[in-house]
């Protein structure tokens, strides 16, 4: 029986870490291939990118060598889906085949356009708003050394966030089904409107929490991909 591939993004100012206990609550089925992005954890020292296209195109080489014809799908948190989305078509336009699935979460779609410019505010008041989101230790914001170690990445990874516009080209939107999570007090965007971006179904759950409801709800969201992935009648 094959398993099927799962890629999961990170987060702005995250590294693969934030990810290792879903590994523990995904079925055997599902392997977890998380994506480590450029300058943190495994792949710190690297240059930090300021592009959803840069990170896309930086990354897309090391999911290649999974895509050995075993169906694949895709999560991301925040940054980690529009990623995972624009990862998505750029892997189609080079005919590798779509996921089966995209799981995206804690992100207004595509072609909506972020009104804040965080990464632009001075330290004091990009620190003050990333403690509102919540999701950061306390003792982050009182460690000089990881502040000044964290910071740049923290800020490089907003303005590839906040800086990211949809293009709509000629090529067609993705056709495999779309799963949009969501925090009830995160935002006041729609995420149905995730739907416009495939030609599949989109459908979208919300739970209890502001931006990083993911933590505090793993256990409901693996058993959500679960359920969309071990569907009877798929093949793995």
Same mark, same amino acid.
């Given at each position: 029986?094959?398993?099927?591939?799962?890629?999961?993004?990170?987060?702005?100012?995250?590294?693969?870490?934030?990810?290792?206990?879903?590994?523990?609550?995904?079925?055997?089925?599902?392997?977890?291939?998380?994506?480590?992005?450029?300058?943190?954890?495994?792949?710190?020292? $690297?240059?930090?990118?300021?592009?959803?296209? @840069?990170?896309?195109?930086?990354?897309?080489?090391?999911?290649?060598?999974? !895509? /050995?014809?075993?169906?694949?799908?895709?999560?991301?948190?925040?940054?980690?889906?529009?990623?995972?989305? @624009?990862?998505?078509?750029?892997?189609?336009?080079?005919?590798?085949? $779509?996921?089966?699935?995209?799981?995206?979460?804690?992100?207004?779609?595509?072609?909506?356009?972020?009104?804040?410019?965080?990464?632009?505010?001075?330290?004091? !008041?990009?620190?003050?708003?990333?403690?509102?989101?919540?999701?950061?230790?306390?003792?982050?914001?009182?460690?000089?050394?990881?502040?000044?170690?964290?910071?740049?990445? !923290?800020?490089?990874?907003?303005?590839?966030?906040?800086?990211?516009?949809?293009?709509? /080209?000629?090529?067609? +939107?993705?056709?495999?089904?779309?799963?949009?999570?969501?925090?009830?007090? /995160?935002?006041?965007?729609?995420?149905?409107?995730?739907?416009?971006?495939?030609?599949?179904?989109?459908?979208?759950?919300?739970? @209890?929490?502001?931006?990083?409801?993911?933590?505090?709800?793993? @256990?409901?969201?693996?058993?959500?991909?679960?359920?969309?992935?071990?569907? +009877?009648?798929?093949? !793995?």
């Amino acid at each position: 029986m094959k398993r099927l591939n799962m890629f999961f993004f990170p987060y702005a100012g995250a590294s693969v870490s934030v990810y290792e206990r879903w590994k523990n609550l995904l079925s055997p089925s599902i392997r977890l291939i998380t994506v480590e992005l450029p300058g943190r954890g495994r792949r710190f020292g $690297e240059p930090l990118l300021t592009s959803v296209d @840069e990170i896309v195109e930086n990354v897309r080489h090391t999911l290649i060598p999974h !895509l /050995d014809g075993s169906p694949y799908a895709m999560f991301g948190h925040s940054l980690g889906s529009v990623i995972a989305f @624009e990862m998505s078509r750029k892997l189609s336009s080079l005919g590798y085949p $779509e996921p089966v699935h995209l799981f995206v979460s804690g992100r207004a779609a595509p072609h909506v356009i972020e009104n804040e410019n965080m990464h632009l505010m001075p330290d004091d !008041l990009f620190l003050a708003k990333i403690q509102e989101l919540g999701g950061t230790p306390r003792e982050f914001f009182e460690n000089q050394d990881l502040l000044s170690l964290f910071l740049p990445i !923290l800020k490089c990874d907003y303005r590839a966030s906040e800086t990211y516009r949809f293009h709509k /080209d000629d090529r067609s +939107p993705l056709s495999c089904d779309f799963t949009v999570f969501s925090g009830l007090q /995160d935002g006041d965007y729609d995420p149905m409107e995730w739907s416009e971006h495939t030609s599949g179904r989109c459908e979208a759950f919300a739970y @209890e929490g502001g931006h990083f409801f993911l933590h505090d709800h793993a @256990e409901l969201l693996t058993e959500k991909i679960q359920s969309r992935l071990l569907q +009877p009648g798929r093949v !793995l």
